[in-house]
């Protein structure tokens, strides 16, 4: 008898607390509603946690020191999606209903299965340094955004820097770069450039595979080891990224070498390798550091104020100054988007999509946003959903990350016929037609 | 008092062997058919039909066709998720490769491929046992996630291994609006569960149960162990099969071999396990523990108002989660299954047990 009482007792919280979720999903927030998709646990979290911090801190500027966007209040709620895909879905849904209007899935992962969502529900995808390499092109996803990079320019940004340091592209030939990558859509998405820029080179691309989470590299080291590359091109993330660092270490392969992606070139990637990865490069789609106006108000409003999620010491590291920009980002879209629907309201999705694709931050605009030396200008367009394609190398000197190149560009000439051939295969399986220059106003 | 089963008279074999003997189960399982396919749709908000009821009744589906393996038959398997996944990208593979083929069509032939694979990696059982066996299937676990990441066509030449389908109809019906998604697998789930209690009732069933309970005895009285064996696998992996499907299709709508991994596998065992080996109900319990609990316990802190970071409650769901695993397997080692089956036998006594 105890043991049915124990169960009726769970099956009635379980029904009662079910019922509590419908309620409150139907409830409309009447301010403008962020939903932060994170991963503060699991294998990702090292890497997952800043990012999350910079993006509520930045909410939390804006609350505290501007009152909101033109007097708007800006609420949030964090779903813990644990970079697993079918979480994430749950998340999307579950926050969905309480009026989100812009999205961040944070997870490559995530983004595919929610690219065929958000068009239905009018939700622009925000997919910053990461998602779909093929939708840059507006005219087909109308909904997602990879601004500033995708995984293309990336690869096409390290592919120039590597030939700089050969002294040009003719002297690639012969080569050989190997890239060790997480064997997942993450890993997988700059294939193609990979393989376009060794046709035209004609260097030897090795592809070498690590398991998810990563932790596993015994084997692909092995494999370094034998193959001897010129390069080692790193796509990890997460635990994967000091594993490799590790790994190399003990395989003897030069850090100087090797040449990691913009998610493998934080703080926590090295920190634990410390003069193991000296040498060590990776792409750095943002600046950092405490010194950028943004940083000081932050440290002022919120964490000044014991208002700050996450230690102090790790405001302004490279992933948390990422957060800063995605959630700055979608902030601004909102702000360009009340200047045409109406100043002070709350904007929908839609009008937040207008917003991300009028997107005009100059110079003079990011050095009053504070964000002068993290970002560089940004202008997005309804074909363009990237915005900007540049980026830079830093390097690792044991104890921080310095600065080693200049400002690196992707090449326009590869990428844009990749995209369009992206998307229009994406078209086609999908039946989709091209935006016309109406829909493009609306 | 109200579910007692005097006067209610069999007079025929028909009468006697209905699933449903009791008429108040009956009355309970028609309305709850009811709600099921009508008060739902019109009334659940589009978060419950997304987030909670689409993929419970998805996974109650692979659970059920779990349970006939490891439940009914005796044969531990690990390699669920690689059957859901061979289900779900051999029906994508039919679904963009032929041109006009049916939602339902390359569901069911997504299944029946993954019966195939099944039973391939069925025959192993037939040699080793227990354990040893869960063992040899993690084999197709790791055969299915390697060729799905590394064998081009599996996922139609996919530059990132993900996939995605779109425009799902089925006789002209879009399956799109979350109560129709709802509705299709509903109508999946319950065709497949009258079909598995059926099978379990029948001779095959008793072959298969046979063989779990001492699988030499039964060999004795004349039951075929290949046949048994190999029958099992392939019902089981073709019910996950189409579950698969149904999760890649209808749920996801994009997906990429992570979804199908061996975590899947362990959370339809564990789903078997509470939920009740050996019982059709089992699976669509263990299921609404799996799925349903943790989600609750996520939000449980918010909704009492207690203020605690995303990562806090997160850990706390786990640990709240896994004690609970514990203490249900400790109270009732059967699964909720047989505590269901306790509370009916107590109802049907009462007010006065003897």
Redesign the interface.
């Known amino acids: 008898?105890r043991?049915?009482k124990?169960?009726a007792f769970?099956a009635t919280?379980?029904a009662a607390?079910?019922s509590?979720?419908?309620n409150?999903?139907?409830a409309q927030a009447k301010e403008q509603f962020f939903p932060l998709l994170?991963y503060?646990?699991g294998a990702y979290?090292p890497n997952g946690?800043p990012w999350?911090n910079g993006k509520q801190d930045y909410i939390k500027l804006i609350n505290a020191r501007d009152g909101g966007i033109n007097g708007v209040k800006i609420t949030f709620e964090?779903?813990?999606t644990?970079y697993?895909?079918?979480k994430g879905?749950?998340c999307y849904?579950?926050l969905?209903?309480k009026g989100a209007s812009l999205i961040d899935p944070q997870a490559?992962?995530i983004t595919?299965?929610l690219?065929?969502?958000v068009p239905?529900d009018k939700i622009p995808l925000v997919t910053l340094g990461y998602g779909l390499s093929a939708s840059q092109d507006g005219n087909v996803f109308k909904w997602n955004f990879p601004l500033m990079g995708s995984y293309w320019t990336a690869a096409d940004m390290l592919i120039q820097h590597i030939a700089k340091k050969e002294g040009g592209f003719d002297k690639l030939k012969g080569k050989k770069i190997a890239i060790v990558y997480h064997?997942?859509?993450f890993g997988?998405?700059p294939?193609?450039l990979l393989d376009e820029r060794q046709k035209m080179h004609g260097f030897e691309l090795v592809k070498i595979?690590v398991t998810?989470p990563g932790v596993e590299q015994k084997s692909a080291w092995l494999q370094v080891r034998q193959q001897r590359p010129d390069y080692v091109l790193l796509w990890g993330w997460g635990v994967m990224n000091s594993t490799a660092l590790k790994e190399a270490q003990a395989t003897g392969y030069p850090r100087e070498k090797m040449y990691g992606v913009w998610w493998s070139g934080a703080e926590p990637d090295v920190k634990d390798v410390g003069e193991g990865a000296k040498g060590y490069n990776a792409l750095a789609l943002n600046g950092y550091g405490q010194s950028p106006k943004v940083i000081q108000e932050i440290l002022k409003h919120v964490h000044g104020k014991g208002q700050g999620t996450g230690p102090k010491e790790e405001v302004g590291s490279v992933l948390y100054s990422r957060g800063l920009i995605i959630q700055m980002l979608g902030i601004e879209a909102v702000r360009r988007a009340q200047e045409r629907f109406g100043k002070g309201k709350v904007m929908t999705g839609e009008q937040v999509r207008w917003g991300l694709e009028n997107l005009a931050l100059d110079q003079k605009k990011l050095d009053a946003l504070g964000f002068t030396g993290i970002m560089r200008p940004l202008s997005t367009s309804c074909a363009d959903h990237m915005g900007s394609t540049s980026a830079r190398v830093h390097t690792w000197d044991g104890s921080k990350w310095n600065f080693s190149s200049d400002w690196l560009q992707a090449d326009e000439q590869i990428i844009k016929p990749m995209v369009k051939a992206g998307a229009d295969k994406y078209a086609g399986?999908?039946?989709l037609t091209r935006r016309t220059p109406e829909d493009c106003q609306s | 008092m109200l579910y007692r089963e005097n006067g209610q008279f069999k007079s025929s074999y028909r009468a006697d062997q209905q699933i449903l003997p009791i008429r108040q189960d009956r009355i309970a399982m028609a309305l709850l058919l009811l709600v099921a396919f009508v008060v739902v749709p019109l009334s659940?908000?589009?978060?419950?039909f997304?987030?909670?009821l689409t993929?419970f009744l998805i996974l109650s589906l692979a659970a059920l066709g779990l349970n006939i393996l490891v439940g009914y038959c005796g044969q531990i398997s690990l390699g669920t998720g690689a059957f859901m996944a061979v289900g779900a990208y051999a029906a994508y593979n039919f679904q963009?490769r032929v041109e006009g083929m049916p939602l339902i069509a390359s569901l069911l032939l997504g299944g029946l491929c993954s019966t195939v694979v099944g039973v391939l990696f069925g025959v192993p059982s037939l040699r080793i046992k227990g354990l040893y066996l869960a063992v040899a299937t993690l084999a197709a676990q790791f055969f299915v996630d390697w060729s799905a990441?590394r064998l081009k066509w599996v996922t139609n030449g996919s530059?990132?291994?993900?996939v995605?389908v779109?425009?799902l109809q089925v006789f002209g019906i879009p399956i799109?609006s979350p109560a129709a998604k709802y509705l299709f697998c509903l109508s999946f789930v319950v065709v497949f569960a009258l079909l598995a209690k059926n099978l379990v009732r029948s001779n095959i069933g008793r072959e298969w149960m046979a063989m779990r309970d001492m699988d030499v005895a039964a060999a004795v009285i004349g039951i075929r162990p290949v046949y048994a064996k190999l029958t099992a696998f392939a019902v089981s992996a073709f019910i996950v099969g189409v579950a698969g499907g149904l999760w890649g299709f209808i749920?996801?709508?994009?997906?990429?071999?992570?979804?199908f991994n061996i975590d899947r596998s362990f959370q339809l065992l564990f789903m078997v396990i509470i939920g009740g080996l050996g019982s059709i109900m089992g699976g669509f319990l263990g299921a609404a523990f799996i799925v349903?609990?943790p989600?609750?316990l996520?939000?449980?802190p918010a909704?009492l108002g207690i203020p605690m970071?995303?990562?806090m409650?997160?850990?706390l769901t786990?640990m709240v989660f896994g004690a609970?695993i514990v203490f249900f397997l400790i109270?009732?080692p059967h699964g909720?299954a047989r505590?269901w089956a306790?509370?009916k036998e107590?109802l049907r006594l009462w007010p006065f047990p003897h």
């Not at chain 2, 530059?159 to 993900?162: A, E, L």
Request: hydrophobic share 40%; glycine share 8%; with cysteine.
């Open positions: 008898m043991q049915l124990s169960f769970a919280l379980m607390g079910l509590g979720m419908a409150q999903a139907q994170v503060r646990t979290a946690t999350a964090e779903c813990e644990g697993a895909t079918d879905v749950e849904e579950r969905k209903g490559t992962g595919f299965a690219t065929d969502k239905n064997d997942s859509p997988k998405e294939m193609p595979p998810a399986e999908k039946k | 659940a908000p589009e978060y419950w997304r987030a909670i993929p963009v990441l530059d990132s291994g993900s995605s779109a425009g799109e749920h996801l709508g994009a997906w990429e071999p992570a979804a349903l609990l989600l609750l996520d939000r449980l909704m970071s995303t990562a409650s997160s850990h786990s609970l109270v009732e909720l505590l306790t509370a107590k």
